[in-house]
């Protein structure tokens, strides 16, 4: 196997001109698929089906891979698969080693070390799983994860661990006894649908579960967690939103963390979803070389309110095993903060908050909210009051 040192790579600020021109709108086209007929390319069973899931596939696409990238796409399985929508590969820029889109989706080299502080569940969600694919850490809501697939792969994501797995248990297997434990739980009040993606799942699959859930009385409204109006907009369609739109109170959190994701297409399926009755929020992750500047941080929630999305929380990267090149410091996500408060629309501006390491919770981050600063971590307080430990990237 090719051996190669992992690069740091200086990230500079974009200019005010390439700026302006992520606050447009523009469609990611069709790209090396143009020969396809357009109904092909609108299908999104064709474009789940034609993924680029090698690194064969990858360098007949892009033949100019950094040597990091090369590696970090051998290993991939290791750790999470590489998987990409033709759609949203259109969006890289492989004539740009600093693409933001880039930097998400394909892997490095980096992703086969873990720095101090990093861990295989950063959340502590197994701990919290009263039955299998069940999270309940908040005393009125729980998490559902009823698939481990994704349109594409995220290189940061969570739940690593869990995702992409071709030899996994499968996950619907699991919904009866976790939809049983909401049902004796009377408590729960709010079910968020994640995993993966919910919105993978077929119209029939999906429609039976929302329908069980709205059958039980003490849940008395219904969330989605996805990222498939980024990665897979065709697969919003009207069928889709007439099927949502019965259970409301319905609401979806999207994933989007960078202006150039919100192309023609996303904004149609985001208001095909909004006609529909839904609010719509977004969750960004704070992520190195994409969207660790004010500039690009507000061109992109200004963007998200003209799609009809909520800018909604800022996360800081969870210290996911194999993450470090990607997260940034909170003084970097404080300094954003500072720069969109007063500087937008209040409507625009998200909540920053790290999801306590540990099992602590997701904790609003001001000044004020972390107790103790220290070169290489900080301790911040959740609402319970107990204390948890963030350890933060090295500093170039």
Known sequence: MLEVEPSSQIEEPPSSQSVENLKKFVSAGQGHWADLPACQWQDWRWQLQNRITSLDQ???????????????????????????????????????????????????????????GELKDPCDEDS???????????????????????????????????????????????????????????AVRDVLLSGGDPLLLNDQKLESILERLRAIRHVEFLRIGTRVPIFLPQRVTQELCAILRRFHPLFISIHSNHPRELTLEARTALERLADAGIPLGNQSVLLRGVNDNVEVMK?????????????????????????????????????????????????????????????????????????IWATDRIFIRNYEGQMFEYRQPPTE
């Open 128 to 186: 919290h799983s009263p039955v299998p694919g069940l999270v309940h850490r908040y005393p009125d809501r729980v998490l559902m994860l009823v698939t481990d697939r994704c349109a594409s792969y995220c290189r940061y994501c969570t739940r690593s661990r869990l995702v992409g797995r071709a030899a996994s248990e499968s996950f619907e297997s699991r919904l009866d006894l976790q939809i049983d434990y909401i049902a004796r739980t009377p």
């Open 58 to 116: 990858l360098q007949r696409l892009a033949p100019n891979l950094a040597p990091e990238e090369v590696v970090g796409a051998l290993a991939a399985r290791r750790k999470l698969a590489m998987s990409i929508t033709p759609y949203f590969f259109n969006l890289i820029d492989f004539k740009d080693q600093r693409c933001p889109i880039r930097r998400q989706v394909i892997p490095r080299i980096e992703e086969t070390q873990t720095a101090p």
């Open 299 to 371: 061109a992109h929630v200004q963007k998200l309110l003209m799609c009809r999305v909520r800018p909604y929380y800022l996360y800081q990267c969870d210290p996911v095993q194999g993450t470090a090149h990607l997260r940034t410091t909170v003084n970097t996500g404080l300094e954003i903060m500072r720069g969109l408060r007063g500087h937008t629309t209040g409507y625009a501006v998200p909540s920053y908050v790290i999801d306590a390491p540990g099992g602590g919770g997701k904790v609003p981050i001001c000044e004020d909210s972390v107790a």
